[in-house]
């Protein structure tokens, strides 16, 4: 089976640094993806991870530990525009498994 | 170039009514996914396509639930006899290949409402 746990909603602060953390538990495994996604639009893609260790895009970085089946998201120097749900995915053979996504909200 | 485009973007239907969604992915895109999205809830697949075949059916909720690929590129999903519980809004993405760091592409999606 699959299962894809993430927290559902974080808070935090403009200008400071957020952690959203992901568990998985899948059948097979071939990456791990981020996307954000602002409410009303479709995902937008963030980050691949398919090896151990992290992976650093700007603002945003990514972690992964397969022997853990763990990965957290960072975000670092909070902008209001960041305020959106951000989904974990899990490639296994063909298809990416979601998680229900972690709804953040950054306040002034 | 453009995205991958999705229609309608809104669609009202009855309960027991067909419905057609499409979806164009963007050109030269290989592999096409549909994906579901109830309110607050995370995607759910659906469907997979590699050029015009479907190896991955295994998300479709049931047989009223169909899909096919033209051409390798224009995709129709379609719900018979929908039900309350299609109301969600349907996601179509599209990546250049299916190899496993392939980025999905997101179209903006049709919501469905079925009253």
């Known amino acids: 089976g699959q299962n894809i746990d993430q927290p559902t909603e974080m808070t935090a602060t403009e200008g400071a640094i957020v952690q959203i953390n992901c568990t998985y538990q899948?059948?097979?495994?071939?990456?791990l993806f981020w996307y954000q996604q602002h409410a009303g639009e479709a995902p937008t893609f963030l980050s691949y991870?398919?090896?151990?260790g992290l992976e650093e895009k700007g603002r945003f970085s990514s972690f992964l530990s397969r022997s853990k089946g763990y990965s957290y998201l960072l975000l670092k120097e909070l902008q209001m525009k960041d305020s959106a749900s951000y989904l974990c995915?899990?490639?296994?053979?063909?298809?990416?498994?979601f998680g229900t996504g972690t709804r953040l909200l950054v306040s002034p | 170039g453009a995205g991958v485009s999705q229609s309608p973007s809104n669609k009202v239907t009855e309960k027991g009514k067909d419905v057609e969604l499409r979806c164009d992915p963007i050109?030269?895109?290989?592999?096409l996914y549909w994906y579901r999205q109830s309110l607050g809830q995370g995607l759910e697949f659906l469907i997979y396509?590699?050029?015009?075949?479907?190896?991955?059916k295994s998300g479709l909720p049931s047989d009223r639930f169909s899909a096919e690929r033209t051409g390798g590129s224009v995709s129709t999903l379609t719900i018979q006899r929908t039900q309350q519980e299609d109301s969600a809004v349907y996601l179509c993405?599209?990546?250049?290949?299916?190899?496993?760091?392939?980025?999905?592409?997101f179209g903006p999606g049709t919501r469905l409402t079925v009253t």
């Open positions: 993405a599209s990546s250049l290949g299916s190899d496993y760091g392939s980025e999905q592409y």
């Open positions: 899948t059948s097979g495994f071939n990456g």
């Open positions: 991870n398919v090896l151990d």
């Open positions: 995915a899990v490639r296994g053979f063909q298809k990416l498994v």
């Open positions: 050109s030269g895109h290989t592999a």
């Open positions: 396509f590699q050029g015009n075949s479907a190896p991955d």
